[in-house]
């Protein structure tokens, strides 16, 4: 069920205790693909997965502005700061909590979330209410060997779009993403990266090259993290999700 969809009643009759939240980022990725892309990429993730599980799940609206500052040199990117972030995504699985939806995977696709996510995740299932669950999903942390590969706009997030979304990127241009790119995520030295933004080690704001992310690869890459989420969400709906006792 996609709750921007439901009517209030729907929501009502419905048996689900499991749901989804997208959650991405408004943030430059490149000469050739949108800002949206974290969000895009999350929610087709989000619903692929949910179509692979043989039980109801509720699919809340994305979360579309994240942490994401280090963009911040690029025109059209928007960000909050960590602690709104925690505070909002929080709040709205709360919500959710309330209606009975207690066991919630926040399905990610911007690696600038990832660290608030866990902590949101931690805070909401410690202190919610006995059997109140959370747990943070990165789509493309969960595609095996392709992981290695993730930059930015760069050959993963082209290939799911090209998937996904095709009309979305923007070919013409991916010749002039790929030539102007970065090679890696920062610049690095005795083990610290000495960048704080992207556009201190990327001109053009990619990271890798998206000539790499074919549709076929999109294809595979969509496969590999629907099925990682339909796993878990399998593994979650069978928890047991009480508080262990003190030692």
Do not use: K
């Amino acid at each position: 069920m996609d709750l921007s969809d439901a009517t209030w009643t729907d929501v009502r009759d419905c048996e689900a205790e499991l749901a989804v939240v997208p959650v991405g980022s408004t943030e430059q990725h490149g000469p050739h693909a949108p800002l949206g892309t974290d969000v895009v990429t999350a929610e087709a993730v989000a619903d692929a997965g949910c179509e692979r599980v043989d039980r109801e799940v509720v699919r809340a609206p994305a979360i579309p502005v994240g942490v994401a500052e280090e963009h911040r040199q690029f025109p059209g990117t928007m960000w909050v700061s960590p602690d709104t972030f925690r505070s909002y995504v929080r709040e709205s699985v709360e919500s959710l909590f309330y209606h009975g939806f207690e066991r919630v995977v926040l399905v990610n696709g911007h690696g600038g979330n990832v660290d608030a996510l866990r902590e949101v995740g931690a805070r909401l299932t410690r202190d919610g209410d006995e059997g109140t669950y959370a747990v943070p999903f990165t789509w493309f942390e969960a595609v095996g060997d392709h992981s290695s590969d993730m930059g930015h706009g760069g050959p993963l997030e082209t290939a799911l779009l090209r998937e996904v979304a095709p009309e979305l990127v923007r070919e013409d241009r991916v010749d002039e993403a790929s030539a102007d790119a970065a090679d890696g995520w920062g610049e690095w030295v005795s083990y610290a990266n000495l960048a704080y933004d992207s556009a201190e080690f990327s001109d053009n704001g990619v990271v890798g090259d998206p000539r790499e992310g074919s549709a076929e690869r999109g294809e595979e890459l969509l496969e590999l993290a629907a099925a990682a989420l339909a796993r878990l969400l399998e593994a979650i709906a069978e928890r047991d999700v009480s508080r262990p006792e003190r030692r």
